[in-house]
Every structure is written in C-alpha cells, then in structure tokens.
C-alpha cells in the first residue's frame, strides 16, 4: 500500500504561483512513475506531469514553461510548481503514482486531491 498526502492548494490570482506537495508513505525509488493529474468541473482527469524514477518527465502541453514537477528524495516527496497561473488552471489536483503490482504491470495510486482556485 502507498499513501499520498498532497498540500498547498489554494486560492490565487492570475500570473502567481503555488507549489503543491505531495509526501509518498514509501520510498519514492520504489515509484516507477509519480505524476500530477487534474480535474475541473465536467471535464475528465488529465495528466499534468510526471516522472519516472530515472528523472524522465512528461508534460501536458498546456503546461509547458509554466509547471516543473521536482522531488526530494529524503523526504519522498514530490511537488508541482506552477507558474503564471491562469484560470483555466482551476482544478483539483491529485497526485498519482504507478508502483509494480504483484501480479505484474503497475498499480494506480491516488492522493485525496488538492483544490487549486486561480481567479481572473
């Protein structure tokens, strides 16, 4: 089992920044993929961004130059820095990570999700 807890939601206005968090119960080596997914009202989850063990990431393209996924090995934590924030970024936004499944290929797991608010 791996538990997400995510932090640093908010309320923000447009072209600021936040920074969520997202601490893994294991040792983040043992994650092949963590990521950030998103959710706005009516519309499916998407992927944000995220990143595999090795360092490899993967953007959305509404993202690109404005959110940089990082992690702190340590402290088994992941975050989000997003920049620039734009209405269109309103969403709850959850944590993901993809860890081996016993029976083979890879397991979803799932923060709580994190409210992020960007007003015009």
């Known amino acids: 089992q791996v538990q997400l807890v995510e932090s640093g939601g908010g309320l923000v206005q447009a072209g600021e920044s936040l920074t969520l968090s997202c601490a893994a119960s294991?040792?983040?080596?043992?994650?092949?993929?963590m990521g950030w997914y998103r959710q706005a009202p009516g519309k499916q989850r998407e992927l944000v961004l995220s990143?595999?063990?090795?360092?490899?990431?993967n953007y959305a393209d509404s993202v690109k130059g404005r959110f940089t996924i990082s992690r702190d090995n340590a402290k088994n934590t992941v975050y989000l820095q997003m920049k620039s924030l734009k209405p269109e970024d309103t969403a709850v936004y959850y944590c993901?990570?993809?860890?081996?499944?016993?029976?083979?290929?890879?397991?979803?797991?799932w923060g709580q999700g994190t409210q992020v608010t960007v007003s015009s």
């Open positions: 993901n990570a993809k860890v081996p499944a016993v029976i083979g290929g890879l397991r979803d797991y």
């Open positions: 990143i595999t063990r090795f360092g490899n990431t």
């Open positions: 294991v040792d983040i080596f043992s994650i092949n993929v």
